[in-house]
């Protein structure tokens, strides 16, 4: 008997839903239905023609009738699981109008809200905490680049420390907007009063005592964060902390970066798809042991890193496999390891 490919509809095609699309589209245990455009004209059109079968609202599927597939409403009815990239907030409308009167299960991003009367889920993703719990789940959110990343240093921290680790400082340095985006970066460094990425990391990792900051500052390349990790007693060594995340998937250990674009530029000058790392990256040079204080800094690949989490989840959601069989396939689909391989190489 022939297995039915799970069908996966994109909804949502900015800079998160153009790589989720992209990706799946060669994943050949996947079956891409289509991607969801808002704003379209003839040109988008003839831009995405040969690519994907395109999905619009309602209001304008008889216009442009000839030129694509159906009204997203007709997706979801159609597919096994929305990849929901709506610009911020816009995810939880979708989740009232389609996905829940449709019984569709869907991945959320980390723009929308998990506490309150718009939240779309009762759990956060992160592949490397709890990606067994999403196994068979309705709604889940994918957590945010920061919160993505910030999983993926502390919980191989926690489990090797666990007790003996007393606070966790991490200050996010943010990236103003994306390569792609046409809006203007200003020129101004803005802090948050409330972020967020606290409360989401807690989320997954409920024991931290974690206290986060964010700064936003007028750069396009990437996030950087300074995880400051304060112990009962003296700090273990530096070669035990890069020991630690030698063999972490999709953590990478630079010793001769200078700045974020440094990282982005070469994966550009390297070919990766997007200009992505899908990667945390950290900076050994800058990796300081101070008698009971760890300090880590690391940058974080904004735009790619959530592409392979959100593979990761929808393998523990609608296919229920293993950790260690999911992170295999995703693996050989980003190829992350080869490109581990290559940064590592490029900035020894
Ligand atoms: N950018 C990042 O680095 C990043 C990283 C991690 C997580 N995220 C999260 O991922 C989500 C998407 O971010 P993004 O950067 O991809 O945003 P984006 O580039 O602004 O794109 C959002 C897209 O949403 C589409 N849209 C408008 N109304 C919609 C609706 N009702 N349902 C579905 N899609 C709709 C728009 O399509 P049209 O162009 O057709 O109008 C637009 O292209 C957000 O929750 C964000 O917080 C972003």
Redesign the pocket.
Known sequence: MVKQMAKVFV???????RRLASALSRDNEISLLGI?????DEQILEDLKNKYDIYVPENLALKYKSSIAGSIEEAVSACDLVL????????Y??KIRFYQPLRKPAI?????ERHGERAVAKMIHNSRVNYDEASGKQYVI?G??NVSGMGKVMQPLMESFGDEIQRYDVTLVRRWA?L??SKEVKDSIQWDKNPHHQEDVKDFIPHANLYVEAFKVPSRMMHLHQMIVRFRSKAPTRDRILDLFTKEFAVAILNSAKGTADVRMKAIELGFEHGDTNMVHIHQDVLRVQEETLKIVYSDD??G??IPENHLLLQSMILRRPRSEAVKRTDKLFRISDKKRLLEREFA
């Open positions: 909804n949502g095609y900015g800079n998160i839903g969801a455009k808002y704003t379209i929901d990239a709506a610009k911020e907030g816009e995810g409308s979708n959320f991003q980390g723009g929308e994918q945010s680049c994306d792609e985006d904004q735009t890193l959530v």
